[in-house]
């Protein structure tokens, strides 16, 4: 099995993050933020991306909107730079805030062009949004899954007819003619991408023939991958390990103290997302009453702390992420640090615990990590690991085993 491996960060401006601030999201004022600063910040990402290209890794991109959390408020426009700056590597956008965008026409036209810019590297990853981003949308929290579902049937539509042009009406967009140009360098499009940190997710991801990704849910991953291969092998859909995506913080040096270093600084990311003002956290109607209650039950520490927020060990106990330690995140299978042979190893256990896993997003910058110590990081897992992950000998678990074997 060849393991892909996606660089990935989150574009963060952490000298923001003053530790008395109740929160990063939303209300945070931009004068917290100094536009030459983070221009020398977005364009050092651009050069580290570009370098991934060298090194013979792809690249992930998301997006998020009004925080110091991330500075990438459209996974389009990098994008379209390093379709241009890049030669090999396949580009994805994991992803697109589909459910809150007004327009999305304006969307299929973007990943169109992207794709012909690329001459077909890329891939479209489309998310709902955190909850957080239901309010710079002002868009309303109640049937945003709906929304969600509509607008990536229209944007498929958009990508796949070629014979002039059609109308839309649905329950959110309305569209009297639709003719996108111009159309997708692969036929009939980019391959799709979803993210579900709920393992009940993959169910309606496998029913669209998209992959699935999920972000730092550790050992939990393997209950969506599993549900994913279920579904998709009941409907007859193709259920390998190409189609999973597994998001992790991945650390690498000469030493494992300072790979954990390493791993520390990129885990400022973790530890200041949850940093929001209360009114932004679960705008009613965003979730469901049952998901809701489900969520207040298992919530380890008083108050909503969602079980995505939180990590769940090798002996089955829930920690938050935002207080674990690196060892405990190891532990979890969110966090991969260590000397080279260490994280093949760590990666290694983790592709045979959910059955083999096709893709890993490879956060390897985050919060204050130098650009310095992400070259290193990103040259010894290329020089080191990657290598390796292209032949990755798979022992699955029993479940991944007969889930095979039904194939």
Sequence with gaps: MKMRVWGFCENAYPE?????????????P??????????????????????????????????????????????????????RETKKARLMSLGIHI???????????????????????????FVKASPYEVFPANAQPVGQQRRFFE??????????????????????FHYRDVNVWPRPYQQPMPPSWFVSMSPNGGGWIADRNA??????????????????????????RPAGPEKLAYLAIVAVADTDEEAKRRAWEILGYVRTSPIVAK???????????????????????????????????NDGT???QATATVDQLIDAMAVFAGTPDKVFEQLQAYNNYVGGCGNLLMMGQGGNLSHADTVDNYRLFAKHVLPRLQDLEVTPSHDAMSLAAAQ
Aim: aromatic share 8%.
């Design 279 to 313: 009114q932004f956290v679960n705008p009613p109607g965003y979730v469901s009453v049952e998901d809701n209650a489900r969520a207040l039950r298992t919530s380890i520490i008083p108050g909503y702390v969602p079980t995505y927020a939180t990590m769940m060990l």
């Design 16 to 28: 923001a993050w003053h530790p008395d601030l109740k929160s990063l999201r939303n209300n945070l």
């Design 318 to 320: 829930r920690i938050p």
């Design 211 to 236: 992959g699935v990704g999920t972000f730092l849910s550790g050992r939990s991953s393997k209950l969506l991958f599993d549900s994913y291969r279920r579904r998709a092998i009941e409907i007859g």
């Design 30 to 83: 931009s004068r917290n933020m100094d536009p030459v600063k983070a221009a020398d910040i977005l364009h050092r990402h651009l050069d580290e991306w570009a370098m991934l290209d060298e090194l013979g890794m792809d690249i992930c991109i998301n997006e998020h909107h009004s925080t110091a959390t991330c500075l990438n408020a459209s996974c389009t426009l990098p994008l379209s730079i390093l379709a």
């Design 99 to 125: 459910a809150n965008r007004p327009d999305p026409i304006r969307v299929a036209e973007e990943v169109a062009l992207i794709d012909v810019y690329s001459r077909g590297r890329f891939e479209m990853g």
């Design 151 to 172: 607008a990536y049937d229209l944007i498929c539509k958009a990508l796949t007819s070629h014979d002039g042009p059609f109308s839309w009406e649905g329950e959110f």
